[in-house]
């Protein structure tokens, strides 16, 4: 029987801000299964595969509560496009991060968890049970969480996805420490590239700010101390139109954004900066979002929609980290069990699964 989110009479969706677009139509009426045998209603659904969807899966499954994960096409999330992650506790040679990925969702798949590799098309979030539909299919869920992740910005250069975790990287915070004493390029001038510049002066011998225009966009303080930086130098009214290198990065192709001239300028790594998009496009309908678009928690991981609670990069525009998503993965899942065993929909017996 469905119920009324919080009592309220049935939420109604939220103006829309941004993009709001509802993706293909979807099938109305009974619930139909994607693949024979597979679940379409649980009282838990997990809307993304990357460290926080996973980790909140696994927590959920441990629970005995069956999760449906639909994680979407680029399943494993933003892990799947880097080569090696060194700072995940537990791997102290590292580990390739699709590799780190594969296991994440085997744990969740061995506790009981169902994953399947679609993409959430429209949400309905008006009452209880939740409606989503994904790959032609509608799922009902009592709580959803929602791990959708960011995406980062990138060029749109065929020589930049080539060369993606071969020199080419969007996390400072990830990749800095390979490139001890080498010389990397950032491109971008917000606070995001002027950190990510920072950051980067702690290993790398010099940083080239690569920014198409005469002047940052980001604060004046940050500018200030990446300017004042001797490691740090600025490329003005420069922009990227090709990344140098077979096998590995070896250079970028700059062109005068004023001239058109265009010159290579030689570089072990290439980070790009121009920013993250979170993904909330099928909820900005339903929940609020920051004053940089991300989705906005209420209290803990819960959402102005009762039964509704979100985790990782999809939230979190400061740590964008694998271990802060799983983390929050981890905290939205027992908020989930704790808010459906107070409604009386969970056993109070898989408390102590944790
Ligand atoms: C190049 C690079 C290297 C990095 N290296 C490191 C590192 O070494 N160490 C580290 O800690 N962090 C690293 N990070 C950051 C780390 O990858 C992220 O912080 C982390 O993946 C965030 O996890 P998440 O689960 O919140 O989101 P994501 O990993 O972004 O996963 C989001 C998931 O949501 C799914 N999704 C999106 N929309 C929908 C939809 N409509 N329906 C269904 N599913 C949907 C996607 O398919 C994906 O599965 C790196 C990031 C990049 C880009």
Redesign the pocket.
């Known amino acids: 029987m469905s119920q009324d989110v919080g009592g309220l009479g049935g939420l109604k969706p939220l103006q829309i801000i941004g993009d709001g677009e509802q993706g293909m139509a979807a099938p109305v009426g009974a619930p139909v299964e994607a693949v024979p045998g597979n679940r379409t209603s649980a009282k838990v659904l997990v809307?993304?595969?990357?460290?926080?969807?996973?980790t909140a899966a696994i927590y959920a499954a441990r629970a005995n509560l069956e999760p449906i994960v639909?994680?979407?096409?680029?399943?494993?999330?933003?892990?799947m496009?880097?080569s090696?992650?060194?700072?995940?506790p537990g791997f102290p040679e590292g580990i390739q991060?699709p590799e780190l990925m594969d296991r994440m969702r085997a744990q969740a798949e061995r506790f009981g968890a169902l994953v399947v590799d679609?993409?959430?098309?429209r949400v309905d979030l008006s009452k209880r049970p939740f409606r989503l539909w994904?790959g032609g299919v509608e799922y009902q869920a009592e709580t959803v969480i929602v791990?959708?992740?960011?995406?980062?910005l990138w060029l749109e250069l065929e020589s930049e996805s080539r060369l993606?975790?071969r020199g080419v990287?969007?996390?400072a915070?990830?990749?800095g420490f390979f490139f001890r004493d080498r010389k990397v390029v950032v491109v971008g001038g917000g606070d995001t590239a002027l950190e990510e510049a920072l950051f980067l002066t702690r290993y790398a011998r010099e940083v080239v700010m690569v920014h198409r225009r005469d002047q940052f966009r980001g604060s004046h303080i940050m500018q200030e101390r990446a300017l004042a930086n001797p490691k740090v130098r600025v490329l003005w009214n420069s922009r990227v139109v090709e990344v140098l290198g077979a096998e590995q990065v070896s250079g970028v192709r700059l062109q005068d954004t004023v001239t058109g001239a265009e010159r290579d300028e030689p570089t072990d790594g290439l980070f790009i900066a121009i920013g993250h998009r979170p993904?909330t496009?099928?909820f900005r309908e339903w929940l609020e979002v920051d004053d940089k678009g991300y989705l906005a928690v209420h209290e803990d991981t819960r959402t102005r929609i009762d039964g509704v609670f979100v985790?990782?990069?999809?939230h979190?525009s400061r740590?964008?980290?694998?271990?802060?998503?799983a983390g929050?993965?981890c905290r939205a899942a027992i908020d989930a069990e704790r808010w459906l065993a107070e409604h009386g929909l969970a056993e109070p017996a898989t408390m102590s699964a944790w």
């Open positions: 809307v993304g595969s990357g460290p926080a969807g996973l639909l994680g979407g096409y680029e399943a494993g999330g933003q892990l496009i880097t090696e992650v060194e700072n995940f991060g679609v993409d959430v098309e994904a791990a959708s992740g960011a995406s980062a993606r975790g990287s969007a996390c915070t990830c990749d993904n496009g099928v985790a990782g990069d999809v979190d740590y964008r980290q694998a271990i802060t998503a929050d993965g």
